[in-house]
């Protein structure tokens, strides 16, 4: 699970996050919503340990990031807005190497299943990369979470540029890992696709977080609504 | 994590045609190299034989004739082609062929390749050194200057850190995927030249001791090329920025730096001009015994002792030519002021040696190219031992000759004649070139100096792995 108490970070007088709490337990999706500059993608940097908070903790599965970098992320799987891989290498090639970096010698019937599950089609299997859409790359990243047995998926802008198809294929696909028990925590602009898969929506503005719901007891209407208060947009619209 | 690195990095590698056509190049440049190099030195080799054995027939079929007329005849010492020359030719082409020995004068190695050639010569030859010391660090750049920038640059960087990558285990996989080509080209080279020498005939004593230790000096030369270009590319922002930086390395390693260390070599320690060189040792000949004058007054002197050591008022009651011992006295004469001359120039080649050798920590070029042409025995210390061996042939002569002249004749007896079979005594000239343990410990400070290269610079890309 994921877990930050009064995480915050400061870039000179510059507060990028600020006293963030935050909780995604197993079978969970935590979408944070918030304009570009709103502290979603620091808050992701910082639980995968590439920032040192300024204060505060992020912790993974209990471990603190920073003092247990390489143990919390043998069970972090990080899926960024344009995952990229290996060009002149095939999606089982890919997978067989990112896989084996964190630590799984898989065969190549596994390998193969898991780009099964991930939804890839069998006959780009052997295709190099550098012919792939970004929605195929995005199924190869989560086929690399299913060969991880990952236990926390981090997820920046993950949607974004794909098409409406690709991207509820994407949705569907995490409801399965959500199913698995796997705790996702997903940075998104897309409001429509956070309330389709979440569990839990945040809104964050200024590296705080304003407002918290559950998501079924939201509508996408209230959402909306609540985003735009939130942003100040509405006012700014009038 | 370094083998599942190594293996996908080599596929990388592989699948990139730029790779693929660069690496067909390199091994291609080195089969031609292998076989011009092959052919010519065995024709050269085959030449030196025909000529040493020619030369040495005249020699033997002088028929009956006076010694000392002999010794003016003169004989050649031929230098002998060494096997590993075919990887290293070194000054070989520079400084001669054979020695001409005759009475009074120690004369400088002629015959060069290079007087042979013409001016297109200043182009310089397709030889295997050229694509070692040359080629295969470009290759090593092409190969690696993006290696860590490219990580950056697609974004695949983020995705490896996210999955937890041990940095110097990551490198050492990229490191080891780098190296993995080299080597197999530099085996490749190698071991087509052990073949290739084993198998030539006539080509000398060919060691694969001396070969092997060819190759680990190369490779050690490649490793701190590849920890060089690495590390570059761990540093750079860009790889535009990594190969132009690798690209100055070379540059300032492999061309400036071994022509600046001649200048200032040549500059602190100059040779003297050979007209300089001529007339000082006429000069110190003149002062001394002139082996063909009785009468001067080194001459009188030598008279005086020799007539006291025997006892006798007249040198014609001496048991021996006094004329041909004469003539020996003045060629040891002579010979001492050649050494006392020789011996200066190799010192100040041994002090441009060492100065060369101290820079050699601004450049791995330059102790890597110390130690393959003495491995080779392709450089100036090789051909020196040569040049002080076919000196000390030529005194050894002219005293074998000296002493029949004396023995066998009385003084003022000019018309005296050797004995037609008379030249076949003479032995053989026969000379054995240092062995590689001599060459190793002359050497020893280049050995060091290239081997703090691999230390420092193996470190340093290790500790920069430390920033990824």
């Known amino acids: 699970m994921i877990?930050?108490?009064?995480?915050?970070?400061?870039?000179?007088?510059?507060?990028?996050?600020?006293?963030?709490?935050?909780?995604?337990?197993?079978?969970?999706?935590?979408?944070?919503?918030?304009?570009?500059?709103?502290?979603?993608?620091?808050?992701?940097?910082?639980?995968?340990?590439?920032?040192?908070?300024?204060?505060?903790?992020?912790?993974?599965?209990?471990?603190?990031?920073?003092?247990?970098?390489?143990?919390?992320?043998?069970?972090?799987?990080?899926?960024?807005?344009?995952?990229?891989?290996?060009?002149?290498?095939?999606?089982?090639?890919?997978?067989?190497?990112?896989?084996?970096?964190?630590?799984?010698?898989?065969?190549?019937?596994?390998?193969?299943?898991?780009?099964?599950?991930?939804?890839?089609?069998?006959?780009?299997?052997?295709?190099?990369?550098?012919?792939?859409?970004?929605?195929?790359?995005?199924?190869?990243?989560?086929?690399?979470?299913l060969a991880k047995d990952t236990k926390v998926l981090l997820l920046d802008e993950p949607t974004s540029g794909l098409d409406p198809k690709a991207s509820n294929e994407f949705g569907a696909l995490l409801q399965k890992l959500k199913k698995k028990g796997v705790a996702i925590l997903m940075a998104t602009h897309d409001l429509f696709r956070a309330k389709e898969v979440a569990t839990h929506i945040g809104i964050m503005k200024d590296g705080k977080l304003r407002q918290q719901f559950v998501a079924e007891n939201i509508s996408l209407s209230e959402l909306e609504t609540a985003y735009l208060d939130t942003m100040n947009y509405k006012e700014a619209l009038s | 994590m370094i083998t599942k690195t190594f293996y996908k990095e080599s596929k990388e590698l592989w699948r990139d045609g730029r790779v693929r056509i660069t690496f067909t190049i390199v091994v291609l440049l080195l089969g031609i190299a292998v076989w011009i190099s092959a052919r010519q030195y065995q024709n050269i080799n085959e030449q030196h034989q025909i000529a040493q054995k020619a030369e040495r027939e005249v020699w033997d079929n002088q028929g009956e004739k006076n010694p000392h007329s002999a010794a003016h005849y003169g004989t050649y010492a031929f230098k002998p082609k060494y096997p590993l020359s075919l990887v290293d030719q070194g000054?070989?082409?520079?400084?001669?062929?054979?020695?001409?020995?005759?009475?009074h004068k120690r004369n400088e190695a002629q015959f060069s390749a290079a007087a042979d050639q013409t001016g297109l010569s200043r182009f310089g030859d397709l030889t295997p050194d050229f694509i070692l010391l040359f080629i295969i660090p470009l290759l090593i750049i092409l190969l690696g200057y993006n290696s860590f920038t490219k990580e950056r640059e697609m974004g695949t960087l983020t995705l490896l850190k996210s999955q937890g990558i041990v940095p110097w285990k990551w490198a050492l996989g990229k490191w080891t995927a780098l190296f993995f080509p080299v080597l197999v080209i530099t085996t490749l080279l190698f071991l087509i030249t052990g073949i290739v020498l084993s198998n030539l005939k006539d080509f000398g004593v060919f060691h694969w001791g001396s070969l092997f230790s060819l190759f680990l000096v190369y490779i050690g030369y490649y490793i701190i090329f590849i920890n060089i270009v690495l590390f570059i590319s761990l540093k750079a922002s860009k790889s535009g920025i990594a190969l132009v930086l690798s690209l100055s390395v070379w540059i300032l390693a492999c061309l400036a730096a071994p022509k600046a260390a001649s200048n200032i070599a040549e500059?602190?320690?100059?040779?003297?001009?050979?007209?300089?060189?001529?007339?000082?040792?006429?000069k110190d000949k003149q002062n001394g015994l002139d082996g063909h004058n009785p009468w001067s007054k080194e001459s009188k002197m030598l008279e005086q002792e020799v007539l006291a050591e025997y006892g006798v008022d007249s040198i014609h009651k001496l048991p021996f030519n006094f004329d041909a011992y004469r003539m020996q006295k003045g060629e040891e004469h002579e010979a001492e002021i050649y050494f006392k001359h020789y011996n200066y120039l190799k010192e100040q080649y041994s002090k441009q040696s060492n100065l060369y050798q101290s820079l050699a920590i601004v450049s791995p070029y330059l102790p890597t190219r110390f130690l393959s042409m003495a491995i080779a025995r392709t450089d100036y210390t090789a051909h020196w031992d040569f040049s002080d061996a076919a000196e000390d042939y030529r005194i050894a002569t002219q005293k074998f000759l000296n002493t029949n002249f004396a023995?066998?004749?009385?003084?003022?007896?000019?018309?005296?004649?050797?004995?037609?079979?008379?030249?076949?005594?003479?032995?053989?000239?026969?000379?054995?070139?240092?062995?590689?343990?001599?060459?190793?410990?002359?050497?020893?400070?280049?050995?060091?100096?290239?081997?703090?290269w691999i230390a420092i610079s193996f470190g340093l890309f290790l500790i920069t792995t430390k920033t990824i």
């Open chain 1, 3 to 145: 877990t930050t108490d009064k995480l915050t970070k400061k870039f000179g007088d510059f507060t990028a996050v600020d006293n963030l709490d935050l909780s995604v337990k197993e079978g969970e999706i935590l979408c944070l919503l918030g304009a570009n500059g709103a502290g979603k993608s620091t808050t992701i940097n910082m639980l995968l340990g590439f920032i040192k908070p300024t204060s505060g903790t992020a912790k993974i599965n209990g471990l603190d990031v920073i003092k247990n970098n390489l143990k919390t992320k043998e069970s972090i799987t990080y899926i960024p807005e344009n995952l990229m891989l290996y060009p002149s290498l095939t999606a089982l090639e890919n997978l067989d190497y990112f896989a084996g970096i964190a630590g799984k010698e898989l065969s190549p019937q596994m390998l193969t299943d898991f780009l099964k599950e991930a939804g890839l089609q069998e006959e780009a299997f052997q295709k190099r990369i550098s012919t792939f859409s970004k929605g195929m790359r995005q199924k190869v990243g989560i086929a690399l979470a």
């Open chain 2, 91 to 103: 000054v070989d082409k520079y400084v001669g062929t054979s020695i001409f020995l005759e009475a």
């Open chain 2, 407 to 452: 023995e066998n004749s009385s003084y003022g007896e000019w018309g005296y004649k050797a004995d037609a079979d008379f030249w076949e005594k003479l032995p053989d000239f026969d000379y054995t070139p240092p062995e590689l343990n001599a060459i190793l410990s002359t050497n020893a400070s280049s050995l060091y100096i290239l081997g703090a």
């Open chain 2, 267 to 282: 500059t602190k320690y100059p040779y003297p001009t050979r007209q300089e060189f001529a007339s000082n040792v006429l």
